[in-house]
């Protein structure tokens, strides 16, 4: 591989509150894969800058370009993405610069799009991808760079925990609080400032998690986890959000133990839009990312998992709880699996991959049909996955005496659920909340599960998009067309 260049040292003041200094060399030098992973510089605040941008030439990947496009989300509610380039992303200490392979298309991003979940603008969307490391921020401890050397195949989880703040320290990466102090509320990495700069103008673009719609993306190193060569980048992508979050749910909120039953409802391919009855009323759903937690060094646990319907029309959703869920139930030996749709076709391929029991929704109450499976006590664990107040309710309702109801769905700003106080107290129903997994604790068994087999990721997802179609894709995600994950291919 090429070499890359270094400017000698220049200064550009490009906005009112940052400036980029590049440090100086005159030499080259030849590399195996990819750029030094020692290199130095980065983005520093500077209160008194000019609005020039920086020079283009400031900073190369092998010696060629300074660089790279990304998909912008400009602010504006169901506005198109559109592409722009962007000064080449420097990682900074404990960081590492991410040649990006792939990026799943996620509902999180499109809750995003529509405003319905407010985040800084303009930003970068796109927060579970694989890719290539490619170079490691200055001063970046000598075991990570052994960890992740420049050319290894790498996953990203969307939470990035910090490592060293209350939270982290204690193991429960999934509470960060540096993630959720700067990435969530302000769309930046540890220090409060973005890693992305236009190349037009110098100005600063925000991150939402790595900002993985983007040729590269920084990524802090905790954050990340080798893929093994037996793992196609493409599909590997969903392992950092949609295996992740449920994983988390299920490992460590639902905290599941063997003997549990399990009832999934949309087993049709979530993304897909369903009419289903409950009581009186017609319903359409679409469910959200939920993957069964199975930590492959235990005994297989068996899992209660019941993915309830919502009462407003929404087309929307993601995928990879259909086969997934059933698929990695037979797996672990669960004894009851209750496959819940409204397509009889589905239902019986649902029977193929490990349904002991399938519920067409309408034609029967499926909510009274599994307290009738489950000889009237209810599911075990029941996730809502929708973040809709209708169903954090009849989420709470829907475990037996002692069982845990475990919220992963994200609502609209400001939404509230109710619960019936006196049947959450006299039932000793629990309710736990749950964002995601622990990246360093979690990540690595996730690629595990998928290297052995346990759920297909092939089967998962059902549409690859080329890095130009990402905006259509979340259009389509949006319509309720995509069966299946969807997942860009970026380089």
């Given at each position: 591989?090429?070499g890359?260049?270094?400017?000698?040292?220049?200064?550009?003041?490009f906005?009112?509150?940052?400036?980029?200094?590049?440090?100086?060399?005159s030499?080259?030098?030849?590399m195996?894969?990819?750029?030094?992973?020692?290199?130095?510089?980065?983005v520093?605040?500077?209160?008194?800058?000019?609005?020039?941008?920086?020079?283009?030439?400031?900073?190369?990947?092998?010696?060629?370009?300074?660089?790279?496009?990304g998909?912008?989300?400009?602010?504006?509610?169901?506005?198109?993405?559109?592409?722009?380039?962007?000064?080449?992303?420097?990682?900074?200490?404990g960081e590492?610069?991410?040649?990006?392979?792939?990026?799943?298309?996620?509902?999180?991003?499109?809750?995003?799009?529509?405003?319905?979940?407010p985040?800084?603008?303009?930003?970068?969307?796109?927060h579970?991808?694989?890719g290539?490391?490619?170079?490691?921020?200055?001063?970046?401890?000598?075991k990570?760079?052994?960890?992740?050397?420049?050319?290894?195949?790498?996953?990203g989880?969307?939470?990035?925990?910090?490592?060293?703040?209350?939270?982290?320290?204690?193991?429960?990466?999934?509470?960060?609080?540096?993630?959720?102090?700067?990435?969530?509320?302000?769309?930046?990495?540890y220090?409060?400032?973005?890693?992305?700069?236009?190349?037009?103008s110098?100005?600063?673009?925000?991150?939402?998690?790595?900002?993985?719609?983007?040729e590269?993306?920084?990524?802090?190193?905790h954050a990340?986890?080798?893929?093994?060569?037996?793992?196609?980048?493409?599909e590997?992508?969903?392992?950092?959000?949609?295996?992740?979050?449920?994983?988390?749910?299920?490992?460590?909120?639902?905290?599941?133990?063997?003997?549990?039953?399990?009832?999934?409802?949309?087993?049709?391919?979530?993304?897909?839009?369903?009419t289903?009855?409950?009581g009186?009323?017609?319903?359409?759903?679409?469910?959200?990312?939920?993957?069964l937690?199975?930590?492959?060094?235990?005994?297989?646990?068996?899992?209660?998992?019941?993915?309830?319907?919502?009462?407003?029309?929404?087309?929307?959703?993601?995928?990879?709880?259909?086969?997934?869920?059933l698929?990695?139930?037979?797996?672990?030996?669960?004894?009851?699996?209750?496959?819940?749709?409204?397509?009889?076709?589905?239902?019986?391929?649902?029977?193929?991959?490990?349904?002991?029991?399938?519920?067409?929704?309408?034609?029967e109450?499926?909510?009274?049909?599994?307290?009738?499976?489950?000889?009237?006590?209810?599911?075990?664990?029941?996730?809502?996955?929708?973040?809709?107040?209708q169903?954090?309710?009849?989420?709470?309702?829907?475990?037996?005496?002692?069982?845990k109801?475990?919220?992963?769905?994200?609502?609209?700003?400001?939404?509230k659920?109710?619960?019936?106080?006196?049947?959450?107290?006299?039932?000793?129903?629990?309710?736990?909340?749950?964002y995601?997994?622990?990246?360093r604790?979690?990540?690595?068994?996730?690629?595990?599960?998928?290297?052995?087999?346990?759920?297909?990721?092939?089967?998962?997802?059902?549409?690859?998009?080329?890095?130009?179609?990402?905006?259509?894709?979340?259009?389509?995600?949006?319509?309720?067309?995509?069966?299946?994950?969807?997942?860009?291919?970026?380089?």
């Amino acid at each position: 591989m090429m070499g890359f260049c270094r400017s000698n040292l220049i200064r550009r003041r490009f906005s009112s509150i940052y400036t980029r200094v590049i440090s100086s060399s005159s030499s080259s030098c030849n590399m195996k894969r990819s750029l030094f992973h020692g290199s130095t510089g980065g983005v520093t605040p500077s209160p008194d800058n000019s609005k020039a941008p920086i020079s283009p030439s400031s900073y190369h990947l092998n010696g060629g370009p300074s660089y790279m496009r990304g998909a912008v989300f400009w602010g504006e509610p169901n506005k198109p993405l559109t592409f722009e380039d962007f000064h080449m992303p420097r990682p900074k200490s404990g960081e590492v610069l991410i040649r990006t392979k792939a990026c799943g298309v996620c509902h999180s991003d499109l809750h995003v799009i529509k405003g319905e979940l407010p985040f800084a603008s303009p930003c970068v969307l796109g927060h579970e991808i694989t890719g290539e490391v490619v170079e490691h921020g200055p001063l970046t401890d000598t075991k990570i760079i052994q960890r992740f050397p420049v050319g290894a195949h790498v996953v990203g989880a969307f939470i990035m925990p910090c490592g060293s703040c209350f939270f982290c320290s204690k193991g429960q990466d999934d509470l960060c609080e540096d993630f959720f102090a700067y990435n969530r509320a302000k769309g930046t990495l540890y220090d409060g400032e973005t890693r992305l700069f236009l190349r037009s103008s110098g100005k600063p673009v925000y991150m939402y998690s790595m900002g993985g719609l983007a040729e590269y993306c920084v990524v802090p190193a905790h954050a990340l986890s080798v893929l093994p060569d037996s793992l196609p980048y493409t599909e590997s992508a969903i392992l950092g959000c949609a295996v992740f979050t449920a994983y988390g749910a299920m490992a460590h909120a639902a905290e599941v133990r063997p003997g549990d039953a399990i009832a999934v409802i949309g087993i049709g391919g979530v993304g897909s839009s369903s009419t289903v009855l409950v009581g009186s009323q017609t319903l359409t759903v679409s469910v959200k990312d939920c993957i069964l937690d199975l930590d492959a060094n235990v005994t297989p646990p068996l899992l209660g998992l019941y993915v309830s319907s919502h009462a407003s029309v929404q087309q929307s959703g993601n995928t990879f709880i259909d086969r997934s869920c059933l698929q990695i139930a037979r797996a672990f030996g669960a004894s009851e699996i209750i496959a819940v749709d409204v397509q009889d076709e589905k239902l019986q391929n649902a029977k193929m991959i490990g349904a002991t029991h399938v519920v067409n929704a309408q034609k029967e109450d499926a909510v009274l049909r599994i307290r009738e499976i489950t000889e009237g006590r209810g599911v075990d664990i029941a996730v809502e996955a929708l973040g809709r107040p209708q169903t954090f309710m009849q989420c709470t309702q829907s475990v037996r005496d002692g069982g845990k109801a475990v919220m992963i769905g994200l609502a609209l700003s400001g939404a509230k659920g109710e619960v019936d106080i006196n049947h959450l107290v006299r039932r000793q129903i629990k309710v736990i909340g749950s964002y995601g997994g622990r990246a360093r604790h979690d990540l690595p068994k996730v690629i595990k599960l998928a290297e052995r087999g346990i759920f297909n990721l092939t089967a998962a997802v059902s549409r690859k998009c080329k890095f130009e179609e990402a905006g259509q894709a979340y259009q389509d995600l949006n319509q309720g067309t995509i069966v299946g994950r969807a997942v860009v291919e970026i380089m």
